[in-house]
């Protein structure tokens, strides 16, 4: 059984060598999907955008999520 931290290991090593064309389709197809199992994906993947953002793009991140709720 993973633990989180392999989890994030291993999504994060799925996607390191892969172009933006490449996460934009993953995450497109991850949302389509409508299943469960990509939300831990997903979550990794806002997690990378959360830690790297910075405060103003944060307000912006917040924003949109707000405005789609």
Do not use: C, Q
Request: net charge negative.
């Amino acid at each position: 059984n993973m633990n989180n931290i392999d989890i994030r290991k291993y999504i994060i090593n799925n996607f390191k060598n892969t172009t933006i064309e490449e996460i934009k389709a993953s995450i497109e197809e991850s949302i389509e999907s409508h299943e469960d199992d990509p939300l831990i994906g997903l979550g990794v993947i806002f997690e990378i955008l959360w830690i790297n953002s910075s405060e103003e793009e944060k307000k912006t991140i917040l924003s949109n999520i707000k405005k789609g709720m």
